[in-house]
């Protein structure tokens, strides 16, 4: 592991923050389009929030990027992964999101991409 970094976002904080109009430039379309899928999308902004805020905690001393650089998407199966700027990374971003009705919390871990299965001593990158 290289660094890692932890956020967690209130609802209500979101809540308040969105009826404020220049908030939401910090997210981008597909998040906003993504959030608002959801009945309650104050959860999943302050999902996305808290992934954003704990990436750049885990990136902060060997990466400069704004919160508007970084993108949450989520795969198929709904695992979110960080998007950034290509010419940003040289290094294995992992993501994990949960969250209640009333708080969200991301966790982020950066490593080299060299990290290894301690059971069958296999290399997974």
């Not at 885990?58 to 709904?78: M, Q, R, W, Y």
Request: net charge positive.
């Amino acid at each position: 592991m290289i660094s890692s970094g932890i956020e967690s976002v209130h609802v209500k904080q979101i809540e308040a923050l969105l009826k404020k109009r220049d908030f939401i430039r910090h997210f981008t379309p597909s998040e906003i389009e993504y959030c608002r899928r959801y009945k309650d999308m104050n959860i999943h902004f302050a999902s996305c929030l808290a992934a954003k805020l704990a990436f750049l905690k885990a990136t902060s001393h060997f990466v400069k990027l704004d919160l508007n650089d970084i993108e949450i998407k989520h795969t198929h199966s709904g695992k979110p992964f960080v998007k950034i700027p290509r010419n940003h990374h040289d290094f294995t971003i992992s993501l994990s999101i949960s969250h209640t009705k009333t708080i969200a919390v991301a966790l982020c871990v950066i490593t080299d991409g060299k990290h290894f299965s301690a059971r069958k001593g296999k290399r997974y990158s």
